[in-house]
């Protein structure tokens, strides 16, 4: 039995997925967070909290190195780790200081911190010659307004320390840029109270459907497990509306896709790492979005596993503890898995799902996950406003994405009059 130091989670679906799969290899976890009403105050009401798995729950100060480092190797030589993980992007860089710091597997810190800078990434791929969009890095709006209109419109902006596609927008003007500057102003600190980086991106927009590349890195050599297409809406913003494993790709632009996936995972350095990348198939070719050192979330890794029968969440506990993943491919009876999202287009006050109660009885539901009655929402401006998912699978073809949009359609958001005035 292994000792695994888990450092913050999400506090979505692989805040479960994670506990589970250390659980079911057989080991034991120590959790470590700054703030632990952080995850009590989102406790599931359907299962057991994921928590409640763990060997101990400590506090400490996990925003700030100089004083993590050192208390996790006094903890270390008390309980004894043989690894460590996260299953949240904004602390991913902490891991791999703590892994090095104790000696224990994992990746390049600095591979890991240019992977979730999205700056860093941006350079040390056009550095590598790894297709990525047109970008500049800007310091503050004078920068901004200047390289765009040097470049032309339409643009995105990114934020280069942000993650589930906050605050990334597509601006036609000059105005929506100054906008989108006014709106990352109001955000100095992220949801983990981390100050931001003040650098912005501003990056050509790209054309083309888009895939990510789920991958597994160990001993210098990466494996590819697979790939998942995504669908995107919410216009000005990008948000993840849907996902399909495998996705239903010409073979010539899968290959195309994973060999620039492999490709960017080298420049980066990383190794000891299960990473999902987000790929742009324009006409001019694949381009690289993002590469994110750990696995995929929005309930691809579900996806994954019912398909293909590989488990990426335990494949990460595997390379956390320097031992091999078993990324072996077993027969599920399933062709294709997809996963819709049901978002709110407006604020208010939630009072029901309308169509739930026929949805779930399609056989070809395999989850299907809604906000309660009595929550406050707003329009969707990002991946973190969701009001729920199904998930269905096909087990003949590459049907299921549109099964699961079909049935998505179903699904109808019901507010308050009062509520939609706020």
Excluded at 87 to 104: F, H, I, M, W
Excluded at 116 to 131: F, M, N
Aim: hydrophobic share 45%; with cysteine.
């Amino acid at each position: 039995m292994a000792h695994l130091l888990v450092i913050e989670s999400w506090v979505g679906s692989m805040s479960r997925l994670l506990p589970r799969a250390i659980g079911e290899g057989g080991h034991r976890f120590t959790f470590l967070t700054r703030d632990l009403h952080h995850y009590l105050r989102a406790a599931p009401g359907d299962t057991a909290h994921p928590l409640l798995a763990a060997a101990n729950v400590l506090t400490a100060d996990t925003n700030d190195p100089a004083v993590l480092l050192p208390y996790v190797e006094r903890l270390h030589g008390v309980l004894g780790f043989d690894g460590v993980v996260s299953s949240c992007d904004y602390y991913l860089p902490t891991v791999a200081l703590v892994a090095e710091r104790l000696g224990l597997p994992g990746p390049s810190a600095a591979a890991v911190e240019a992977a979730c800078r999205k700056d860093l990434t941006r350079e040390r791929l056009a550095a590598a010659g790894v297709p990525g969009p047109w970008y500049a890095l800007c310091r503050d709006r004078v920068e901004a307004v200047a390289a765009a209109a040097s470049a032309g419109y339409p643009l995105v902006v990114k934020p280069v320390d942000l993650c589930a596609g906050m605050l990334v927008r597509k601006v036609a003007d000059e105005a929506e840029l100054l906008a989108a500057y006014r709106e990352l102003d109001e955000f100095p600190a992220n949801a983990r109270g981390q100050r931001r980086e003040p650098v912005v991106l501003l990056e050509e927009l790209l054309a083309g459907p888009e895939v990510s590349v789920e991958t597994v890195s160990r001993g210098g050599r990466t494996e590819v497990v697979g790939v998942t297409s995504k669908s995107i809406g919410g216009a000005p913003a990008f948000i993840e509306t849907g996902h399909q494993f495998p996705a239903p790709l010409d073979p010539g632009d899968a290959a195309a896709a994973v060999s620039t996936a492999v490709a960017a995972l080298a420049a980066l350095g990383l190794d000891q790492v299960v990473a999902h990348t987000e790929v742009k198939l324009t006409p001019r070719g694949p381009r690289v979005v993002e590469v994110n050192p750990r696995p995929a979330g929005n309930r691809i890794t579900e996806l994954v596993r019912r398909v293909s029968g590989i488990d990426l969440a335990a494949a990460a506990v595997d390379v956390a503890l320097g031992r091999e993943p078993d990324l072996t491919v077993r027969p599920t009876g399933v062709a294709s898995a997809a996963v819709t999202f049901l978002l709110p287009e407006r604020d208010g006050l939630l009072t029901a799902v309308d169509g739930a109660d026929q949805v779930s009885r399609d056989p070809a539901v395999v989850e299907l996950t809604l906000a309660d009655p009595g929550r406050q929402v707003r329009r969707a401006v990002s991946n973190n406003e969701y009001l729920g998912h199904l998930m269905t699978t096909d087990t003949d073809g590459p049907g299921a994405l549109d099964t699961a949009e079909r049935l998505l359609a179903r699904l109808t958001p019901c507010y308050t009059e009062e509520a939609a005035r706020v």
